[in-house]
């Protein structure tokens, strides 16, 4: 029964729902955290820990709460020894959806079906490294037998893009577009900051002494981001405060921070929020889709920080409130040129209803203009996608949701568009069963296939290619 066919699909419906209409559908993956130069350079991995484990923190996590050393994690331990730690992690991780995702990753990309333990592992560990070094198992072999279309990384404004440009030229099957995250231009306090702006100015080629020139060059950068595909914009609010204040405030701030001063925690919200009602101001105009990526309560483990820097699996949830400032922030755009397309993504579940609430109340001229995004990070699981799906479909327009995206650093995660797409069919179906949804395939099967792909298609409006 485990990961067959009908996985996930428990009514009729919703198995004629994925078979028939969801199932072959292309992805369009619009926010991961893949390198371009990666995807660009196109090698084979060496082997299936390369492959899987680096960067993953998601496998990270379990691995370490299994008690795992961390020289088998992040540290020296050799791949095999890496793999065999996660091969015998996984067997007491039925229930999460990484034990389904490895599995479908097993499957769909080295047709072996066998369950993952120590005792199958090193036969699991042959026959995968045998078909990595097949040419079409390479970095973009792997992103074209899942048929992709179209892939969004995830990149800072003083990136060069020169990766973008190659494989605009070089890669026909599908397009890999950047998306700006200006995370750095908003963290005045990060002791980072002055050489992040040493490295704006020489990607720019103009100075960035004052707030001007920072919004000049920012605004630079956006229009260079839009020549190469760029249709999306990114930030990471892990807390949301806000605090109104004029331009000459912010430059006042802006100067004491490059004089070395220690800025109040006041005068940081009043840069942040200056400069994101700014860049919002960019993203209308460019038709951008600026997405919000809100509580994550990061680098909770300070000597790990250290150790490994962000992004490591040390990451919390903030429970913080969320209506007042975002509110604020995304009226105060509306008063103004008004809202560009907008995704709400909050790690904390307990934040949809709030979310749905407030996104209804800035909903004009485009379908689904403001959308609340897919079950994130620790919520993309079968009950955080469901939750999601539900309160969606109950405070909302289900059938503008533009879809589910992989967030990942992996080559290997397209199979979680699969499993979305599952819990969707699964969701409609039982609806479907239950009588509470006409049990009408036309309309549930254009349902499914404008969530899996065509609503992402429509919305973004990604450039098409030549
Ligand atoms: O899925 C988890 C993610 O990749 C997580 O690492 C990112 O969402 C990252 O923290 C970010 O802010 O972009």
Aim: aromatic content about 12%; hydrophobic content about 40%; overall charge negative.
């Amino acid at each position: 029964m485990f990961l067959n066919d009908d996985f996930l699909l428990t009514t009729e419906p919703a198995r004629q729902l994925f078979h028939h209409y969801a199932k072959a559908m292309p992805i369009i993956d619009y926010h991961c955290h893949l390198d371009p130069r990666e995807i660009y350079e196109d090698q084979p991995f060496n082997n299936l820990t390369a492959a899987w484990l680096y960067g993953d923190h998601y496998k990270w996590r379990l691995m370490r709460a299994n008690g795992v050393p961390e020289s088998h994690i992040t540290g020296d331990a050799s791949d095999y020894d890496k793999f065999l730690a996660w091969a015998k992690t996984l067997p007491k991780a039925v229930g999460n959806p990484l034990y389904s995702w490895t599995h479908l990753e097993l499957r769909r990309f080295f047709g072996v079906s066998e369950l993952l333990n120590e005792d199958s592992a090193p036969a699991i560990w042959e026959q995968v490294n045998r078909k990595l070094a097949e040419p079409e198992f390479t970095r973009r072999g792997l992103i074209r037998s899942s048929r992709v279309k179209t892939i969004c990384t995830t990149d800072d404004p003083a990136d060069s893009l020169v990766y973008h440009k190659l494989l605009k030229e070089a890669e026909k099957d599908f397009s890999v577009f950047p998306t700006f995250r200006p995370d750095k231009a908003l963290n005045i306090d990060d002791p980072g900051f002055p050489a992040w702006l040493k490295a704006l100015e020489e990607a720019a080629g103009t100075p960035v002494t004052t707030y001007a020139e920072l919004l000049d060059t920012l605004r630079a950068r956006v229009e260079f981001f839009h020549y190469h595909g760029c249709r999306l914009s990114d930030h990471a609010l892990d807390v949301l405060r806000y605090r109104a204040g004029s331009a000459a405030e912010a430059q006042a701030i802006f100067a004491k921070r490059l004089e070395g001063a220690e800025l109040s925690q006041e005068e940081i919200t009043l840069y942040r929020t200056e400069l994101l009602t700014a860049l919002i101001g960019f993203y209308l105009d460019k038709g951008w889709t600026m997405q919000l990526h809100i509580h994550a309560y990061r680098n909770n483990n300070t000597p790990m920080f250290h150790k490994l820097g962000p992004d490591t699996g040390y990451d919390g949830i903030n429970d913080l409130s969320i209506t007042e400032s975002l509110s604020k922030l995304l009226d105060r755009a509306e008063c103004g040129s008004g809202l560009p397309k907008t995704i709400l993504y909050s790690l904390n579940p307990g934040d949809y209803p709030a979310l749905l609430a407030l996104m209804g109340c800035y909903q004009k001229d485009t379908a689904g203009k403001m959308q609340l995004g897919s079950g994130w990070w620790y919520n993309d699981t079968l009950s955080g996608m469901r939750q999601q799906l539900t309160l969606l479909a109950d405070n909302s327009l289900l059938g503008n949701f533009v879809g589910m995206l992989t967030d990942s650093r992996s080559f290997l995660s397209y199979t979680r568009h699969e499993y979305f797409r599952r819990v969707l069919c699964g969701l409609i179906g039982e609806l479907a069963e239950r009588g509470e949804a006409p049990d009408d395939m036309d309309l549930l099967g254009q349902l499914v296939r404008d969530i899996s792909y065509n609503n992402a298609a429509g919305y973004f409006g990604f450039p098409s290619a030549e």
